[in-house]
């Protein structure tokens, strides 16, 4: 059957091409998540407590790594809202048998002192080294910074953009989101500059922010 040059043959052909493409990323997906976790199997020792803020297949791989190796570690998972994805975390940490508990978004100059260091993921990373991610990110980078606690970054080097911000308003042009600061009970995303960062774990190495830049210019120059 045809209508306007589309046929079926056409359609199923499209179907597989996209089904193709999907399973591709997701095996990528997995080799990134166990280059990263190989990157980082130095960074958690016994004792540990690790802030974790907003959902990150990641970190959670980075985290289960470390309590199947015998490494007694436990999380403290912020709510992460509007999401609540710390529901999640906990019930990730709860199956790998990992103390967790849940903590407020505002709790956090409270519980910073409690902790040896913050994981988060990255909805992005940009060419200065600073990240994109959940909200309250930003805020928990300054309270890490405030009191000397490493903020470590888990994420997938395709994830790097060849983009400069100059202020938290930028991030939104640069991904195109529908974000905006005029309604601030909106948004849901946010940048966290580069000197809040301490070092960034990629399926292709770990980085300081300093160093995506000359990473990315060697990957667009190739």
Known sequence: MSRRGVTTANIASVKEKIKHQTEHLAQHSLRCQELIERH???LLTDGMTILVHSFSRNVLRVLKSAAERGIRISVLATESQPNGSGKEIKKHCDKYDIPCQIVLDSSIGLCMHQVDCVFVGANAVLENGGIVNSIGTFTIALCAKSLNKPFYVFTESLKFLKRFPL?????????EDDNDLSDLSHVSIDYTPPEYI?????????F?????SDEL???FQG
Do not use: C, H
Not at 198 to 206: A, C, N, P, R, V
Not at 208 to 212: D, E, G, K, L, R
């Open 167 to 175: 202020q938290q308003s930028d991030i939104f042009s640069i991904l």
């Open 208 to 212: 300081t922010p300093a160093a995506v």
């Open 40 to 42: 980082s199997i130095n």
């Open 217 to 219: 210019i060697k990957f």
């Open 198 to 206: 301490s070092e960034l774990f990629t399926d292709i190495g770990i």
